[in-house]
C-alpha cells in the first residue's frame, strides 16, 4: 500500500435556524463522527459560530447557525463526508475545501525546526 500524506482540511456547514439547539449541537457531533469514523479524520478544531444573517435568502431562510471544522485526512474517503451533507436535510449549505495555506505554514515550521536541531546538533561538537 503507498503512502498518503494527511492533508488540511476545512469544511464549513450551515444548520437550518428552525432546527432546535439540542438539534443543532447533535449534528455536530453527528459530523465529527463520520469525519473521524468514515472519512478516517483527526479533527484539529471545530469552530461554533453561531447564528449569522445571510446576504441573500438560502431556501427560504434569512439566517443560519454556521460552524466550522479543521480536520486532517488523507482524502479518499472525503466523499463520504459530502454524500452525508447532501442527504441531511437540516444542513441547507456546506463546503469542504483543501487548505494549502496551513499545509505550507507547517511544512516551514517543520523544517525551520529540523534546521535548528541540525544547527545545534553542529554548535554541539565543535565546543
Known amino acids: 500500500m503507498a503512502y498518503v500524506k494527511e492533508r488540511i482540511y476545512e469544511s464549513m456547514f450551515i444548520i437550518a435556524p428552525n432546527v432546535p439547539e439540542e438539534e443543532r449541537e447533535k ?31 438560502i431556501k427560504k431562510f434569512s439566517e443560519g447557525d454556521y460552524t466550522v471544522i479543521y480536520f486532517r485526512c488523507d482524502g479518499q474517503h472525503l466523499q463520504e463526508l459530502e454524500n452525508f451533507y447532501r442527504i441531511t436535510p437540516e444542513i441547507i449549505r456546506w463546503q469542504t475545501f483543501r487548505r494549502f495555506d496551513l499545509e505550507k505554514k507547517e511544512r516551514k515550521a517543520q523544517s525551520e525546526k529540523k534546521e535548528a536541531e541540525v544547527s545545534e546538533g553542529e554548535g554541539g561538537t565543535e565546543a
Open 27 to 57: 449534528l455536530v457531533e453527528r459530523v465529527k463522527g463520520i469525519i473521524e469514523e468514515r472519512v478516517k479524520g483527526k479533527i484539529d478544531k471545530v469552530e461554533r459560530m453561531g447564528m449569522r444573517k445571510f446576504a441573500y435568502e
